[in-house]
Structures are given as C-alpha cells and as structure tokens.
C-alpha cells in the first residue's frame, strides 16, 4: 500500500521530493484551519510539520493511520508526545542540521544588540544621522554565559570565543569532559547570572525553563546586561523583560524566538526600543532549511521500512553504533513474539525476559518492548510499535521481568522469554549468528534450528515411526510444499515437536486431515 504524507508547514521542496522519489503520495497544504486539520489528518500514515501545526491529543486521536510524525527542526512544543504515544506513533525531530544556523542567529542578534544596528537603520531610514546616540560596546573581553550547551549552545561558545570573549556555561545534564573540551567554565545558574555581560540561552521550553529568566534571575545579573534568545520564547518572561529594560538592568535584548508566534497586535516588546526583535529566523536559511527537510524525511521513510528512526523522541534513544548492534536483537525478539502468539496463544499473566551473552552487555531498552509487540500483536486491536507495546502490556495486567547473564553454555548470545499463563510456564530461546542471522533454537525444551519466517507449522505429536512421513506425504499431495523441517525431542517414544516451514497456507480440510493422523496431538499454524 502506498504511503501517504502529509506536509502541513513550510518545509523545503528537497525534503517533499525525496519522499515523492520512494513512492510516497505527498499532500503539501500549509493553510488547513485547525477543523480542517482534524478531517484531514485520518487519510496520512505520516506528517512532516514545523512549529506551527498542532498535533494535541484531539488531533492525535483522530489520527487513526499515523506511524510517524517528522519535526523538521529540532523543537516539538506543538507536539503532545505523551498522546503521540499513547496512539503508537513515533515522534522524531532533527537536531543538528539547523545547529550552525541557529548558532549564528545568535550571534547576529549578539552583535546588532552591542551595536545598535538595528536602531541605527531605523533612525537612518528616518533621516536622522546620530552617531552618538548610537554608540555601542564591544565583544571583546566580555564574559558570556550559555544557558544549555547543547549543539546550538557548544557552536555559540566557538564562535563567541573567536571574538574573544570567555564563556562560562550552565548545563547540569553536561558532563565537565564536554565543558573542558570547548574551554567552557561549567558553573551554577547564579554564577553565571554575577558574572555575564550577556546572557543567551540554549535550552528547550520545559516546566523548569519556562520563564527562566524573570524578575528574580534579572536581579541577580549585572546592570547592563544584553539578554540573548534564539531557543524557545517561553524562557524568558517577556513583562519582566521589559521593565528590566526600562529600569536599566537590560541594555538590550535579541529575541528571535516569541511566546506567541506570531506575536499579537498588544506584544509588549514591539515599541522597546532596547529590544531587537526577529520572526523566529534561527534555523532558516536556505541551507538549514533544505537540512531538516531532507532528514525528517529520511527518517521518516525509515519508519515506514520497519526501521528505527536515528533521533526519536518517543523511543530509549541509542547512540547509532548502539543502534546498529541492537537491531538484529530487536528482530529477533519481535520474531520469537510473534512465534509464541501463533504457537500458543491464550492468556498472559507474567513474561520474564533473560538476556545471556553479548546481549547482556547491549542495550536493551528496545528489545523487550519488540518482545511484547510480537506477542500482543495478534491481539490488540490499536497499531503496536515498540513506542507503545509496554503500554499495552500494562494495561493488560502483565508483569513483565529481564534478568541477564554474561554466560551462555551453548551459544555467543541467548534471548529466552518465559510466559506463565497462570497455570504453567512456556520457554522459548532465539540467538543471533553472524551479527544478522536469526534463529529460534529452544521450545519448551525442546533443541530446534529454525529460521523464524514465513509461514510456519509447529506439531505437538508423539514420537513413534511414520508420523513424519504422513505429515510430509499429506502436505505433498495436497500441493503444499515443504521449504524446510525441524525436529525435536526429549526422549524416543516420548513427546516431540515438529517445524515445518510451508509455502502455502492451510485449507480447513487438510487442517482436519493433520488431526486424523494418528499420534497428533494438536498442531498450530504462524506467519512471521
């Protein structure tokens, strides 16, 4: 089936074509009323959006065939990521790719604020030639304090250090090595707040950072301070701001960012002469622009393939060399899921997870959540991703426990998932080979080698002469060819367990032939 996504803010023609050029049906419509936006979005299995769509729970929940939502930039505060969640939908943005951009307004508005550049061409374009009233103040030697030294705060500090200012930082989720390495003097926010001629700021709009600086933070700086925004406008309490400015506790600030966007016709700030003011410019140049585009619908095609995206922000996040390692651990985990559903079925009151091997030393935040998708799959009526599958879990009542082990007896790595359905306890073990090669290689107790897809059918029969033939014999004649057969007992004459995977499915009739024979106990049918 053809996907389909929707394009609902500006976002560059670069990242509309690559998608167009995978077979996706793209609908770029930047104008949909917030009615209109609720019509519409049931007809996309994804969005690629800016910061001007609102994707809240009541859009969110209308959103019946979403899988990813793509935030060309690098903030989602338009974005309810709990509701996304709750809805299965992976949420990703791109940061880094509008860094540079962001970095230099930052910069820029650093540099019209020193020198009243944009006060100066006003007055200019008036006629009025006043070079004195326009003086301003140099960079040079001047102490600036970053709030998040992140990707945008980090270029901020390169960049103000080549205009040789010393740049001291607050970052608490920074570690010293990162500060020591940029020449930045990791300190408190007070300190930082004594000490800086000009403050900026780096940091995404939370509960702690909504209106970070205010009249308190205001009173601790310097008089004369020049205030820096290019990150979330809501860190800055924009009527606190402005009577710093009058009391001349601000010399001057650089907004690019506005708690309202577009601000109203009443913004306090517009007639602040001290107060530069920018339409939300940072990560908007041609470049950066053609940047996010491209990588949120990268990621997004990635998405759409089955693939994790590289920056989620509604998945355990992994370095991409992590990433790379897990991956085929979470395929397996999701095919030894989806196996145990088809081969059992039925309730599931507890699932213990054992990690042996290579994979215990990995991280698995990822793999148990693909365990459950495999599992409730068949079962849940809602889309499962490994976004929401312990969501579901939970709701169901199950407990679900990992335990790991560095040691393994037979094999380099072992994942085994242990289901009790409240009367007994199943096992089954899967392993990987040659970083891709996946096999299921233990049921019940059972050694088995078993390539885990297709469609597959698993006996439980009694071990004794012929039975293996006349499954075989019955298959053939019945036009269902046999790719492949696995065998597994505990002793002769006992119990045993047969894989078979089929190239064709199973009509009624021959499902109540395999019955017939004797020593079949019962027998299920999968696909993977």
Known sequence: MTKKVLVSDPVSEAGRELLKENGVEVTYNTELSYEELLEEIPKYNGIVLRSMTPLNEEVLGKAENLEVIARA??????????????????????????????????????????????????????GIWDRGKYQGVELNQKTLGIIGLGRVGGAVAKRAQAFNMEVIANDPYIPE????????????????????????????????????????????????????????????????????????????????VHEEEPPGKDYNLIDVEEVILAPHLGGTTVAAMDNVAIEAAKQALMVFN??????????????????????????????LGGFYAGWTGGRIEKIEVVYQGDIANKEVELVT????????DPVVEEKLNLVNAEVFAEKRGIQIAETTSTTTEEFANLITIKINDGEETRELSGTVFHQDELRIVDINGYDVDILPQGNMLVTDHQDQPGIVGEVGTLLGSNDVNIASMQLGRNQAGGKAIMVINIDQQLDEELKNKLLEIEGMNDFSLLSL
């Open 177 to 256: 090595e990162r500060g020591e390495r940029l020449g930045v003097e990791l300190v408190s926010k007070d300190e930082l707040y004594e000490r800086s001629d000009y403050v900026t700021i780096h940091t995404p709009l939370t509960d702690e950072t909504k209106h970070l600086l205010n009249e308190d933070t205001f009173a601790k700086m310097k008089d004369g301070v020049y205030i820096i925004n290019a990150a979330r406008g809501g860190c800055v309490d924009r009527f606190d701001l402005e009577e710093a400015v009058k009391n001349g506790k601000v010399a001057g600030a650089g907004l690019d």
């Open 306 to 335: 089955g693939e994790l995206p590289r920056t989620p922000l509604n998945v355990p996040r992994l370095q991409p060399e992590e990433l790379k390692e897990v991956q085929p651990y979470i395929k397996l985990a999701e095919k």
């Open 73 to 126: 930039g690098s903030g989602y505060d338009n974005i309810d990521i709990d509701a996304a969640s709750q809805e299965g939908i992976i949420v990703l943005n791109t940061p880094g790719e509008n860094t540079i951009s962001a970095a230099e307004q930052a910069m820029a508005l650093m540099l019209a604020t020193s020198r009243n550049t944009v006060q100066a061409n006003n007055a200019l374009n008036e």
């Open 369 to 376: 959540p693909a365990i459950l998708k495999g599992l409730l």
